[in-house]
């Protein structure tokens, strides 16, 4: 069974080589690599070349991500055999030695499941902010487990795909039975790994995130660029919504967006009654009821995140720092929601 990796890139001199290291160091080596480089103006190709891999130069490309694959895909699947497979992997991204070959197990093993995605962590650094990223990554993690490795999104930090499904995905687009254009990827939504997780699921096959297929990616360094990512992902997921509709696939999703609105109105509830009765009353002491609930939550926050070291640990004990990360993501929602009610346009901005 021939297995090829593309790693669509946009200007990423820095990570390349990490990233093709990685797919070197595979217990099963991909068959061909293949770096898509897509409107660069550093050293990104030059340096893809040097290290022994295939290059796609886009041309004329205005559609970021998707349109880079969608215009490298065609000639790539035209080539591989109808049981071939497909890794697509971000340039940030370094997946695990073992991340292939788990991936390959999971689709030899049913032949139901259409796609393998990876479960992702964060890279070292970016400060707190950082920190706090690998956490919310942790507990990510923790979820997909306990659903029984069920994937929520093909993310585009490393999924392997059957070929077979993504012809049957772009079929579906020219018929008009999925929108996004009549290419592999869409080219009209802003998380095209969203997007196709939906259309691989509307088409009746099983998407997987075994926990042996973990990465690790990178972690935004400042508010206004996590921001950006985080609004790019929250209106992509709302929009996708959108466009397929309330259907048996996308009925789990509108309900994670229906416990977000909740999550938002339940948080905003408790600060404002907190801040009434102290303002009113004052402080009454503690009570021992809510006392042993704080307890109870705050050893529920440090254990999702021991994984992530010590520091994590510490930093979830006080619960205030995740707070206020976790009002951040709240707010991210909400502006989503309302740009998309009132029609405002979002771009697509790299990070």
Known sequence: MELVAVVPAHNEQQGIVAT??????????PDRIVVVADNCTDLTAEIAERVGVEVFVTTGNSDKKAGALNQALPQLLDELPGDALLLVQDADTVLNPGFVRCAVNALDEDGTVGAVGGIFFGEEGGGLLGLLQRMEYERYALEIHRKGNKAVVLTGTGTVFRTGVLREVREARRAGRIGGGDGYYSLASLTEDDEITKAVKTLGHRTVSPDGCWLVTEVMPTLPKLWHQRMRWQRGALENLRDYGLTRVTLPYFGQQLMLGIGF???????????????????TGFSLFWTAITLIF????????????RKAVLLAAPLVPELLYDIFRQLV?????????????ERWVAT
């Open 265 to 283: 109105l339940a948080l905003s509830l408790f600060i404002t009654v907190t801040t009434i009765v102290l303002v009113t009353i004052g402080w």
């Open 333 to 345: 929602f909400v502006k989503s929601l309302v740009d998309l009610v009132l029609r405002r346009q």
């Open 20 to 29: 093709l290291a990685g797919l070197y160091r595979q217990t099963l080596r």
């Open 298 to 309: 705050v050893t529920e926050r440090t254990l999702t995140v021991r994984r992530a070291g």
